[in-house]
């Protein structure tokens, strides 16, 4: 069973579109993150969520919306793309009991835009 | 703020050959630091972490990490290089107080070559 997966895995959308993106964990964790990483392969944070509530928004822009309907699932909305939201979208989760709690990392959502 | 510095972004090694992949950390309290793992189209995979329990860190693969704190360093070693460790290797800092957010290097990729 997939601990930590994303749907879809690969995305190609004209700009300006609005889409959203899937993350569910079955490993019993209560915080889940998203992360993006661009053509160089440089990850950064985006969102952090524990029990549903946001704790990290890591300056993101506003048409980046996080939804998290219970801990084991965090969505990603994205408004009016752009082409330079273009990249690789990890969703991550761990348990929140210490600051050195790995993170377990989806295999990742492929956005490309056109 | 925390950040790390991984030097070469580029690796290439013998099979066989000793694996050396080089992280410096930057922190005003004391880190917990990591090192993941990034197989081509896959997420990232944890292969070692320091807490502050062991300096020298053993993980999966047969990796280990020596956190020196007189050198702010947590360089990544493997006594011999397999074709199967070619991948790209993220090391990634966290702090108490950070929200369990994971700070990461620029990446290393690692080659393997017969």
């Known amino acids: 069973d997939t601990a930590v997966s994303q749907t879809p895995k690969y995305l190609v959308t004209q700009m300006g579109n609005d889409k959203s993106i899937k993350c569910e964990q079955n490993?019993?964790?209560?915080?889940m993150y998203w992360y993006k990483q661009d053509s160089k392969k440089f990850l950064k944070i985006m969102f952090s969520y524990n029990n549903k509530e946001l704790i990290i928004n890591e300056t993101v822009p506003n048409r980046f919306s996080p939804k998290s309907p219970d801990k084991a699932h965090l969505n990603l909305h994205i408004n009016s793309l752009e082409l330079g939201d273009s990249a690789v979208y990890f969703c991550a989760s761990s348990n929140s009991g210490g600051f050195n709690q790995p993170q377990h990392f989806g295999d990742g959502t492929r956005l490309s835009i056109l | 703020a925390q950040s790390v510095t991984q030097l070469g972004s580029h690796v290439s090694v013998s099979e066989g050959a000793l694996v050396l992949l080089r992280c410096n950390y930057s922190?005003?309290?004391?880190?917990?630091l990591f090192w993941y793992v990034q197989y081509p189209n896959q997420g990232l995979q944890l292969l070692l972490k320091y807490t502050s329990a062991a300096t020298l860190v053993k993980g999966i693969n047969g990796f280990e990490a020596e956190f020196k704190k007189s050198e702010t360093s947590f360089h990544l070693t493997k006594p011999s290089a397999h074709m199967s460790d070619a991948a790209e290797y993220f090391c990634?800092?966290?702090?108490?107080?950070?929200?369990?957010?994971?700070?990461f290097g620029t990446g290393t990729q690692l080659k393997v070559e017969l």
């Open positions: 922190s005003s309290v004391p880190p917990y």
């Open positions: 990634a800092v966290s702090v108490t107080g950070g929200g369990n957010k994971l700070t």
């Open positions: 490993l019993g964790h209560d915080t």
